[in-house]
């Protein structure tokens, strides 16, 4: 079983819609719990971090986190195309305070 | 501000040559990280700073030889590199390093092309 699971995807979402992304995990030590977006040829780029169960929102962007389940989740509301990227998650393990990276998720939205 | 920068920005050479990465942070942020990321993969943990020590090598061949001279500043000197290492080496850094809540902040990568 891989530490961080994501969906490869792609997910396609059309404009204004909500874009759902999931990501669970294998380590129930873990407590700290981050979304980053990645642009094609560009480096991570910090979209949200959470730590405790339930919903953190920023901007247009909400994380979700159940720990009970060992999930966690970004909804995108108002989806752009300039949000058409690979989101990937990632989280610190209760071993090793390393981060972890999934696969990412392609997220691609149709105009 | 949460800028880590990096140079060059791409980078070929070949497998005989010696060259160095450079990374710098002014976000007094005492830990500093390299990873490696090929396509369509994530990133890979090489190496950790933390206090200008290194605190973990993710048994990185040594033809990858890191050095943080200041907790500023991080290098990766690359000798007899293989066509397998072309890949984007990212920078990141983070407050103290292996704590439980930080937040790593990335680099721009640099794009390595080894020939």
């Known amino acids: 079983q891989k530490e961080v699971e994501q969906n490869s995807g792609p997910l396609s979402v059309p404009e204004g819609a909500i874009a759902s992304l999931n990501c669970t995990y294998s380590d129930r030590g873990s407590q700290s719990f981050f979304w980053y977006r990645q642009y094609s040829g560009k480096s991570p780029e910090l979209i949200m971090s959470i730590y405790s169960n339930g919903d953190k929102e920023d901007g247009r962007f909400t994380a979700q986190l159940n720990k009970a389940s060992q999930y966690v989740s970004l909804l995108i509301r108002d989806s752009q195309p300039s949000d058409s990227a690979t989101y990937l998650c990632?989280?610190?393990?209760?071993?090793?305070?390393?981060?972890?990276f999934g696969t990412g998720t392609l997220l691609a939205v149709q105009p | 501000d949460t800028e880590v920068t990096q140079t060059p920005k791409h980078l070929v050479m070949g497998m005989t040559n010696k060259k160095s990465l450079k990374c710098e942070q002014h976000?007094?942020?005492?830990?500093m990280y390299w990873y490696k990321q090929k396509a369509k993969k994530p990133p890979e943990l090489m190496f950790v700073?933390?206090?200008?020590?290194?605190?973990i090598n993710e048994s990185v061949p040594s033809r990858f030889s890191p050095e943080c001279p200041n907790s500023s500043l991080l290098n990766l000197h690359l000798h007899a590199l293989q066509p397998e290492d072309s890949a984007l080496y990212l920078c990141a850094s983070s407050q103290a390093g292996l704590a439980r809540r930080e937040t790593q902040y990335f680099g721009p990568g640099t794009r390595l092309l080894v020939l």
């Open positions: 990632a989280v610190i393990g209760g071993a090793t305070n390393k981060l972890i």
């Open positions: 700073y933390s206090y200008e020590k290194l605190s």
């Open positions: 976000m007094g942020h005492r830990a």
